[in-house]
């Protein structure tokens, strides 16, 4: 079965940079499929932030790209967000989840539990 | 970006009752949409892809019709289960993917 573990500090202070990692099991990340994160501001709908296949090709939301790097680490089986220069309006719960690679295996299939994280002095 | 439209965004309903959710894409997105149901506290749940493919496990009051830019997203006897918020996503134009707002199912 596949498993997808959020990880990172809960808390991050305006200015600074969000990051975080998601831990994959059950599923070599190498095998295929895009990894990716959407958050969930309190209350609100889905935001989808970016997404990561295995070589590095990256795919980011236009609205975030300035602020996002998205990284895989195929040893440990994990790849990470990096999320520069929060606001409040970055506070979320933060996902982690898997959609396939060709157009029509666009859907989430796994996802992690989700992180909150707060942006906050 | 593609702009998914969800109607309604919240209502009210009875256990036994057929509930039906539209979502409405602002382009066509042929039958690339998928639907997901969210519980509080939890991550969203793939329900449906391809606009009426039911991910396995889940049950078969749960269908989905539609393509182009108008698809519904059916519950034919509503479990009290199921009392939870949905969403669409596109998956035919990226980046973005894109989801909807949101439609809530409360208790009446």
């Known amino acids: 079965q596949v498993q997808l573990q959020e990880s990172g500090p809960g808390l991050v202070k305006p200015s600074e940079t969000l990051s975080l990692t998601c831990a994959v099991s059950?599923?070599?990340?190498?095998?295929?499929?895009?990894w990716g994160w959407i958050r969930q501001p309190p209350g609100k709908g889905l935001e989808w932030i970016g997404s990561?296949?295995?070589?590095?090709?990256?795919y980011y939301n236009p609205s975030l790209k300035s602020r996002v790097t998205i990284s895989v680490d195929t040893s440990k089986n994990q790849f990470s967000l990096k999320l520069s220069s929060v606001t409040a309006a970055d506070t979320a719960v933060y996902y982690c989840?898997?959609?396939?690679?060709?157009?029509?295996?666009?859907?989430?299939?796994?996802w992690g539990q989700g992180t909150l994280v707060t942006v906050s002095s | 970006a593609i702009r998914m439209t969800q109607s309604p965004s919240s209502f009210s309903a009875s256990t036994g009752d057929r509930v039906t959710i539209t979502c409405r894409a602002s382009?066509?997105?042929?039958?690339?949409l998928a639907w997901y149901q969210q519980k509080p506290g939890k991550a969203p749940k793939l329900l449906i892809y391809?606009?009426?493919t039911l991910q396995s496990g889940v049950p078969s009051r749960f269908s989905g019709s539609g393509s182009g830019t108008d698809f519904t997203l059916t519950i034919s006897c509503l479990q009290s289960e199921d009392f939870a918020t949905y969403y669409c996503?596109?998956?035919?134009?990226?980046?973005?993917?894109?989801f909807g707002q949101g439609t809530k199912v409360e208790i009446k």
């Open positions: 989840a898997r959609h396939g690679v060709q157009l029509w295996l666009g859907y989430f299939d796994y």
């Open positions: 059950g599923y070599s990340i190498s095998s295929g499929y895009y």
């Open positions: 990561i296949y295995h070589s590095g090709s990256t």
């Open positions: 382009q066509g997105i042929s039958s690339y």
């Open positions: 391809a606009a009426s």
């Open positions: 996503q596109q998956y035919y134009s990226y980046p973005p993917w894109t």
